[in-house]
T-cell receptor, first 111, second 114 residues
Framework: AQSVTQPDIHITVSEGASLELRCNYS??????LFWYVQSPGQGLQLLLK??????LVQGIKGFEAEFKRSQSSFNLRKPSVHWSDAAEYFC?????????FGTGTKLQVIP | EPEVTQTPSHQVTQMGQEVILRCVPI?????FYWYRQILGQKVEFLVS????????KSEIFDDQFSVERPDGSNFTLKIRSTKLEDSAMYFC????????????FGSGTRLTVV
């Protein structure tokens, strides 16, 4: 069965600081991996996705993620966080039939 | 950029009533999904739909739930007799190919059962 673990429920960073959100997955084959962002009361916006090829994936809003098969990880990074990045971030692993989401990491950005 | 459209954005219904949540997937997408997010919890898979039939469903998707593609553009989720615990945000999603290219989600319908 596919599963996703996001070990950090809540993270606080200062504006301008770097960010890394952790994600570990379990999947029987080569996974499709995604990061979504959700602002309060809003829908899910796709930040980036990985299917194959280059293990460093660039996404929207300056985010990137690195797929590490040996560690079953797909961590999300941003070099300099903006106040508008405050939201909840979900890592997800997709098979052929469905996407399984992690429990999410809430990002708080302080001045 | 193409969008998945969901209506209504917010629906309040009395316990025991039937509700239909509507979605218009992206026009060239062939795979359709419903997900649910209870307030403060993670997003959970309900059902996937392809070629006019259910491909996979979760244990949440019991006999109270049904999905339909009544015409070439709409994709609906019906809850036959709502319960208080059905209160959640319901997201529709679609994809061009199964799993690939990512899933485009709608902005959700917040269902409140009173």
């Amino acid at each position: 069965a596919q599963s996703v673990t996001q070990p950090d429920i809540h993270i606080t960073v200062s504006e301008g600081a770097s960010l890394e959100l952790r994600c570990n997955y379990s999947y029987g084959a080569t996974p499709y991996l995604f990061w979504y962002v959700q602002s309060p009361g809003q829908g899910l916006q796709l930040l980036l996705k990985y299917f194959s090829g280059d293990t460093l994936v660039q996404g929207i809003k300056g985010f990137e993620a690195e797929f590490k098969r040996s560690q079953s990880s797909f961590n999300l990074r941003k070099p300099s966080v903006h106040w508008s990045d405050a939201a909840e971030y979900f890592c997800a692993v997709g098979g052929y039939q469905k996407v399984t989401f992690g429990t999410g990491t809430k990002l708080q950005v302080i001045p | 950029e193409p969008e998945v459209t969901q209506t209504p954005s917010h629906q309040v219904t009395q316990m025991g009533q039937e509700v239909i949540l509507r979605c218009v997937p992206i026009s060239n997408h062939l795979y359709f999904y419903w997900y649910r997010q209870i307030l403060g919890q993670k997003v959970e898979f309900l059902v996937s739909f392809y070629n006019n039939e259910i491909s996979e469903k979760s244990e949440i998707f019991d006999d109270q739930f049904s999905v339909e593609r009544p015409d070439g553009s709409n994709f609906t989720l019906k809850i036959r007799s709502t319960k208080l615990e059905d209160s959640a945000m319901y997201f529709c999603a679609s994809s061009e190919k199964m799993g690939e290219f990512g899933y485009t989600f709608g902005s959700g319908t917040r269902l409140t059962v009173v």
